[in-house]
């Protein structure tokens, strides 16, 4: 098998709006190749903002964002589209069948392989359990799925793409037991063999983690396992109240 690719770097990285003020504020975050990273804080510590930076929607005002040591600045939009896979809290589905939902940007994908994604992702009962199973039409938004049903049809999508980085916005939307557990199994299928970054809205994952990063007013506040910062008895331990 060739070696595990997708390492993120964040190194002295300063970052704003527009002229705006500092967002995030000399951050340094390493997440070595292989490694599956949580990224979590209180709302506005500059999360979705730190991932707008790795998947190069943003730049920074100071400071360097490296995938597999290369400054993203440097690489083109077809290697970074190609290393990344992108879940957003919002997953995108376009109007037509399950099946080409899944397939989207590998539109060569065999049946087989589609399924198989699928599988991986703890989607395909679910959707085999659908009016036409993949042949099922889904609405723009994708009405017709929940909200745990669609962040696994977004895992299935990116096991399809197999990208060296997986960078995820978990969904905040509350599941219930079962959802959650088949989203955590989900994720543990994606995270295996690839690179994660995911700001982590659920103590599951970030339990599963190798690390956490705690921001908080836009520096890194707290690092570690789950357990040492609990341990540590600090913002992480307020935001699970554990
Ligand atoms: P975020 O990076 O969105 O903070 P967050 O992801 O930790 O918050 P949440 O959990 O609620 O998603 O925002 C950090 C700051 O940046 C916040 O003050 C809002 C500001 N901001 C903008 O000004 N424009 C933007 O497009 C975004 C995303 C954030």
């Known amino acids: 098998?060739?070696?595990?690719?997708?390492?993120?770097?964040?190194?002295?990285?300063?970052?704003?709006?527009?002229?705006?003020?500092?967002?995030?504020?000399?951050?340094?975050?390493?997440?070595?190749?292989?490694?599956?990273?949580?990224?979590?804080?209180?709302?506005?510590?500059?999360?979705?903002?730190?991932?707008?930076?790795?998947?190069?929607?943003?730049?920074?005002?100071?400071?360097?964002?490296?995938?597999?040591?290369?400054?993203?600045?440097?690489?083109?939009?077809?290697?970074?589209?190609?290393?990344?896979?992108?879940?957003?809290?919002?997953?995108?589905?376009?109007?037509?069948?399950?099946?080409?939902?899944?397939?989207?940007?590998?539109?060569?994908?065999?049946?087989?392989?589609?399924?198989e994604a699928a599988r991986q992702a703890e989607a395909h009962a679910f959707i085999t359990a659908l009016p036409q199973g993949y042949d099922t039409v889904v609405g723009?938004?994708?009405?017709?799925?929940?909200?745990?049903q669609r962040q696994r049809i977004a895992l299935a999508r990116a096991i399809l793409r197999d990208p060296a980085l997986l960078v995820l916005d978990e969904a905040t939307s509350a599941v219930d037991t079962e959802t959650e557990a088949a989203i955590q199994r989900s994720l543990a299928a994606v995270t295996a063999s690839r690179t994660a970054l995911v700001v982590a809205h659920r103590l599951s994952t970030v339990r599963d983690a190798d690390r956490i990063w705690v921001l908080a007013d836009g520096r890194v506040a707290e690092a570690g396992s789950h357990d040492e910062l609990v341990e540590a008895g600090g913002i992480y331990a307020g935001l699970w109240a554990v």
Not at 15 to 31: H, M, N
Not at 93 to 111: C, K, P, S
Request: glycine letters at 16%; zero cysteines; proline letters at 4%.
């Open 1 to 115: 098998a060739p070696p595990v690719r997708g390492s993120v770097e964040l190194r002295g990285v300063r970052f704003g709006y527009a002229d705006g003020p500092d967002v995030l504020r000399g951050l340094d975050l390493v997440v070595p190749a292989g490694q599956t990273h949580a990224v979590v804080g209180s709302t506005g510590a500059g999360k979705s903002s730190l991932l707008r930076l790795v998947l190069r929607f943003s730049d920074p005002r100071e400071g360097q964002v490296l995938l597999d040591g290369t400054d993203v600045r440097e690489l083109g939009w077809d290697a970074l589209r190609g290393a990344i896979g992108y879940v957003s809290q919002d997953v995108f589905l376009f109007h037509g069948t399950v099946r080409d939902n899944l397939a989207y940007g590998r539109v060569d994908a065999t049946d087989e392989q589609v399924q």
């Open 140 to 148: 723009e938004r994708g009405q017709t799925l929940s909200g745990g």
